[in-house]
Each structure stands twice: as C-alpha cells, then as structure tokens.
C-alpha cells in the first residue's frame, strides 16, 4: 500500500496504521491463526471447532499450529455432522463460551443453514437481548481453480441478507489478523468468511497482496468499516475479497494511462459502512461494484440501492462486475468467463471513463 | 457375513471371478491414468488450479472390490448414486469411459459438457448421480426407489459412501424413510477408516455402520477384509431382497485408501502409514484367481492390456475433445437472460 493510501484511511476511519513494509510480513492464513491464537491465549472460554481442524490444520490453513499449542480439547475434530457441531456451538456460546465454529467451505451451509440462520442468528432478538451468541462462524468461499459448482462459491450476500449476523471478508493478512480479533471479542454471532485466493496458500496462485505487514500485537479492525484501499478521482470500485486484488491489479496498470481508480474494500457486509460508499460515489459520481457472489438479489444492488436512496442523482455511471446468475462452471475456460477476473473488470472502468 | 454369503461366494464360477478382477483391474488403470495426467502439469511445486485437470481429485485406489462387487448385480436400470470419489462406481455401473474422462478434463465431450467436473457425474443411460456435498447422495436414493416402485420395474438404487458421510444428518433420515417405506435401496458404506485426517474412532460411537442399520430396524453387515467376493455375496443378498420388495439393507465394507484424501493431501496427520495401512486388494485377488487356477498369468496381462489400450483411448479422445466455449458459459442455466 502506498504512504498515501495509509494517511487518508486513517483520516478517514481512524483506524491503526498498517505497519510500513519491511517489518514483519504474514500470509492472510498466518495472520488468521495468529488472531486465534492470541485470543485463545486470553481467554479460555475461546476454543476451536469443526472438520479437519486439528491434525490437518484446516483444509485452507485457517488452524494450522493451533493443536500442538492448544490440545485436542480446545482445537476439536468433529465428524461430518454440521448440524450437530455448529448447534453445539451456540449452545456453548449461549453459555458463556467463545466458540470459533469452522464449516470447511461455504458451499455445505445447506445441510446446516437451520442452525444458523434459525437459531444463531435469530436468538438474541428472539430473547429480547437477553442472550447473546458470542460465536464465530469461519468458512472458506471463492473459486477460480475448478473446483466446480459445489465448492467455488461466495455466498456472502445470502448470509448478509439473512438478519442477525455479522458478516465479515477480509481481503489481506493485516486486515485478517484484526476482523478476526474483533470477531472473537465481538458479542454477536460473526460470520467470517475467508477466500481461499486470499489466503496466500503455497499450492495455489498467489496475489502478492495475499502475504503482507502484519503487528505482532493484538489489535482489532472494527467490523463495519470499510476502506479507502486506493485513492482516485475518475471512477470508484467498490468490492471486497480477491476482487479488492484484482481491482488494485487493473487501477495501478491504468494509472499509467493516466485514468485514477479509487477502490473501496468494503471488508464487511453487515453492517455495512454505508457512509464511506456514499463518498466514494460523491467523489467520482461513477461507481463499479466487484462481486465474485451472484449478481441477482445481491451486494450489487444494495451498493446502488445505497446511493440512490442517498441521492438518486449522484451517479453519472453505475455497472457491476459480478458472477452471473448461472452455478460456477467446472472447466476452466467456462469458470473463468464468469469469475470478475481483472479483464473484465477493466473493460468496466474503461467504459465507466468513457460514459 | 453370514454363512449362506460365505457359500456364494464360494459358488462363483471362473468367469465371475475373472469378470471381478478384469472390473478392478479396468478401475485401477483409469484411476493410475487420471492420477499421471493431473500431476503432469501441477509443477513447480503443486498448484491446484494448474494443468490438464485442476480443481480437487479425489481417488478411489484401494477402494475398487467395493465398486466390482456391489456393481456386478446392477442392470442397467438400477440407480447409483454416488460422492465425491465416484470413479470407481461410474466405471463399475458402466459409464462410458471416453464420457467420464471427457468431464474430467472439462471437456465439451464430457457427460456435463465440462460444466460438471470429476464430483459432479450425471449420466441418465445408466441412472447416475454423484454429489460433492457429503451425504447427499442417500436422500436421491431413496426417490429413484421410489419412481422405479412406482414404474412397476423391479429396479433399485443404490447409494455409496464413505464411513464420514455416515454421519450426517441425511444418513440416518434416509435409513429411517427407507425402511418405513420398505423402499428398494441398498446403502453402501466405504469404510475406509478415514474421514479426510479423522479416523473413524474419533467420529463415529460405534464400532461398525452395520449396528446403525439395526436401529432402522433394516438388516446390516459390515465385511471385513476387502475381499471382493465378501461384497459380492453380501451385495447378492441385499440386491435380491430388494428386488423382491422386502425393502432396504446396508452394507459396510472396510476397505481401503490407498492415496491421500484429495492428490495433493501430504497425510502429514496419519501415523499408519509407515507401517502399510493394508494390502492392495488387485494383486491380493489376482494371486488367489491365479491359485485357485481361475486365471492364468497371459489371461491377467490380456486384461491388462484390455484396460490400458480402452483408457488410453479415452484419455487420448478427451484431449483431442474441444474444451468448451466461454461464450456459452450460461448456457443449460434457467434464469431470465440466459439461452438455453
Ligand atoms: C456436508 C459436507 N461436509 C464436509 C465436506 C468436506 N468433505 C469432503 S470429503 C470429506 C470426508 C469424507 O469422508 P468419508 O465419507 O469417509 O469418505 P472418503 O473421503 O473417506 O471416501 C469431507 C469432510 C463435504 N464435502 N460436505
């Protein structure tokens, strides 16, 4: 991130500076466990739970270390009974503990989702505050390398839209270390999805912006509060995830043609910081949204359902770069024709700047 | 195994024992085949998204006697419904091989023009379906049961999976709803001590999937050992008492996983491996075949040779196969905007 990115962020969210590059850089997967790590260290109502957790690490790194360091008894192996273990997380976090539940990949939420939506979600409104569900669901989302339609998606617009839960997406490691910490400490159930492209796993592509600076010590990246993750006057992206990557990809190859991206890195969904995407829009008047989930009934539609209830002559332009309505294709050709990659995304402000 | 099983399998004749191994053997190639083709183009190091077949693999080596015994009983008609390691059943029910591996590799060719991929098979001539969200395969069991009962064929479906997946939720209320409505399905479990890095000792409460059976009031047997002809008696019995309307039963086999979880899987979590987690069941069976004087040594090399030359053809056709066109990403997608 460049100097300025960092100062008008702080201005504008007041949130801790990411440590200048040179200090101590982190995988998104290393930042996590470390999140969890020192949380648990803290305080021993947290524990970890779900598939492949222990031994293996979790499938996406999300608890590699964390066993040798914790036992079996706070980092625990479930058997493939969803509904089982992430209702016995609510249970315990309606008792006083801090479960982090892993459900592997978003994709399986079907043969759970009654837990979730249901009962994690609904029972501190349906108790009048009286109970709260201090609860962390961690799952892994995103495609790009064909793992076909039952494994590749994003999701996070059906749990966003779902009341009751906060919806978190980190998009680096800086930013993973903290929403996890403030999920952790957060008293409400968190649903914190990570995208396997942003993880910065040695046996998958990696973007450079996957491994970055990250503190050593504890701190929280508030939930709710987007980021400026790149200034500009021309056009605003406003995205999250590994779209935030390919976003910064297409803004710094355009800059040498002389067209200013800003992209907005909305890092969680719900709430959802609606006050930065209003400046944004106000700064530059055209707005792109980047979402690797369906365009439909989407993230997309609350962005520009955002700005037109702000003022419905805000924009002079207003697209979407998203996964079109259609299951993610298996082969390659095909996934790729529908993923945001950073082609389409810059046939987009290409055309933005032109309107 | 009961002792009336044991017979049976003692009353298969040369051929059917030669028909079993030249079925494992055919699985074997085309999964060794798969498993030289996806690696080819992984390097350096191993990128999952990278080469001729990206994306998750999951192999079945090891697990084949369960595939050659239960699926030589199956008529074409039968349902199959498999998970996410499905090879071996999609070859043992009769998949086209040129149309399974033209999936495998995305292609145009492929049994969902390469929308699909290797977890997600569909193949209507032979009634099979696989599912790469664990378990789910039981309940579309049960509705393929039902539409052949309901056709007046005596055709039924079988369901496959391993011993993780008996787990989940859609297990046992398929095994509940089976046996209340004495539906003709036969439910398969792989036991192959393994759910990813979790042993079966630390999922399921009870020794064997064949005591679940119990509590449906459905009759089950767990068949130690791999031994293809164990499956194929204990699978003689469940296939006719389903056909002959008697309702459901399970099958648990202990078998084996030869490979990691998914290629790529370092086992790092698994302290048998050192010590060989069990013996390879092909060339356990050949030698016996070759024993019992049910084969002969050029008889086995024919076979093998049989498979390579019928795999190598359909490797050679999916990469000759046209991958399929981008523009056409949304197409077989039923929504507005979309050409069908
Ligand atoms: C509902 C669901 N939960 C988790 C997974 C991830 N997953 C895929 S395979 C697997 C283990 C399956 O073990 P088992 O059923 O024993 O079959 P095996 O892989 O040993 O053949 C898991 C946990 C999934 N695909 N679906």
């Given amino acids: ?355 | 195994m009961t002792t009336e099983t044991t017979e049976a399998a003692m009353a298969l004749s040369a051929e059917q024992r030669q028909g079993l191994l030249r079925q494992m053997i055919l699985i074997r190639t085309f999964e060794e085949a798969i498993l030289r083709e996806y690696h080819a183009d992984k390097g350096p190091g191993f990128d999952i998204g990278k080469g001729l077949i990206p994306g998750e693999m999951h192999l079945a080596a090891g697990q084949e006697p369960v595939a050659a015994g239960i699926c030589a009983h199956l008529e074409q008609g039968d349902g199959l419904t498999a998970a996410h390691r499905p090879h071996h059943l999609a070859i043992a029910k009769g998949m086209n091989l040129r149309s399974l591996t033209g999936e495998i590799f995305g292609r145009e060719s492929g049994l969902g023009r390469g929308r699909g991929g290797h977890m997600h098979l569909f193949d209507p001539s032979i009634h099979f379906s696989c599912s790469g969200i664990v378990a789910e395969g039981f309940p579309p069991a049960l509705g393929q049961a039902f539409a052949f009962r309901n056709a007046g064929t005596n055709n039924i479906a079988v369901t496959v999976a391993g011993e993780g997946a008996a787990n989940a939720g859609a297990f046992h209320e398929s095994l509940n709803l089976a046996a209340l409505w004495k539906l003709p399905v036969i439910f398969v479990i792989e036991d192959n001590d393994w759910g990813i890095s979790v042993p079966r000792s630390s999922s399921t409460s009870v020794p064997s999937n064949a005591v679940r059976a119990a509590g449906y009031g459905i009759p089950g047997v767990r068949i130690e050992g791999n031994d293809v002809e164990a499956v194929y008696a204990a699978a003689a019995e469940a296939v006719a008492r389903a056909r002959a309307g008697e309702g459901p039963s399970l099958i648990e086999v202990h078998t084996l996983r030869l490979l990691g979880h998914f290629e790529g899987d370092a086992q790092g979590y698994r302290t048998d491996l050192a010590t060989v987690p069990g013996e390879d069941p092909i060339p356990v069976y050949r030698q016996k075949l070759l024993d019992a004087g049910a084969v002969t040594e050029a008889e086995v090399a024919a076979m093998e040779d049989e498979a390579r030359a019928q795999v190598e053809d359909a490797v050679e056709h999916a990469k000759n196969s046209p991958t399929p066109n981008p523009a056409e990403a949304l197409k077989y997608v039923f929504v507005e905007g979309a050409s069908s």
């Fill in chain 1, 1 to 355: 991130m460049s100097a300025t990115t960092e100062n008008t962020t702080a201005a504008r969210t007041s949130l801790p500076l990411e440590p200048p590059a040179g200090t101590r850089r982190l995988n998104t997967a290393k930042a996590l466990q470390e999140a969890i790590g020192s949380q648990m260290e803290q305080d021993p109502s947290v524990f970890v739970m779900g598939e492949d957790v222990g031994a293996y690490g979790g499938i996406f790194s999300s608890t590699t270390g964390l066993l040798e360091k914790f036992g079996p008894e706070r980092i625990i192996d479930t058997p493939i009974s969803e509904s089982a273990f992430i209702g016995l997380g609510i249970g315990a976090a309606v008792e006083g503990m801090r479960p982090i539940v892993e459900l592997m990949f978003v994709d399986f939420f079907g043969v759970c989702m009654d837990q979730i939506y249901n009962h994690m979600a609904k029972i501190h409104y349906e108790s009048g505050g009286n109970v709260r569900v201090p609860m962390v669901l961690m799952t892994a989302v995103g495609g790009g390398y064909s793992d076909g339609a039952q494994h590749s998606q994003a999701l996070w617009g059906t749990f966003a839209h779902l009341p009751g839960m906060k919806v978190v997406i980190p998009s680096n490691p800086y930013d993973a270390k903290g929403l996890m910490t403030a999920a952790i400490r957060s008293d409400d159930p968190v649903v914190y999805m990570f995208h396997k492209g942003v993880m910065g796993l040695a046996w998958m592509a990696k973007n450079k912006r996957s491994i970055g600076a990250v503190p050593e010590e504890d701190y929280e990246v508030p939930l709710g509060k987007a980021k400026v993750v790149r200034e500009g006057t021309d056009v605003s992206i406003v995205t999250l995830s590994l779209s935030v990557h390919h976003s910064l990809d297409v803004a710094e190859k355009l800059a040498d043609e002389g067209i200013s991206v800003e992209v907005l890195d909305l890092r969680s969904l719900v709430p959802l910081d609606r006050e930065t995407i209003i400046a944004t829009a106000s700064k530059t008047g055209k707005v792109i949204v980047v979402d690797e989930d369906y365009q439909s009934f989407g993230l997309s539609g609350e962005i520009a359902a955002t700005i037109a209830e702000h003022s419905p002559t805000l924009l002079t332009h207003f697209s979407r770069v998203c996964m079109p309505d259609t299951p993610i294709p298996y082969a390659q050709e095909l996934e790729y024709a529908v993923l945001p990659t950073a082609t389409r995304i810059e046939a987009a402000v290409r055309k933005a700047v032109a309107a």
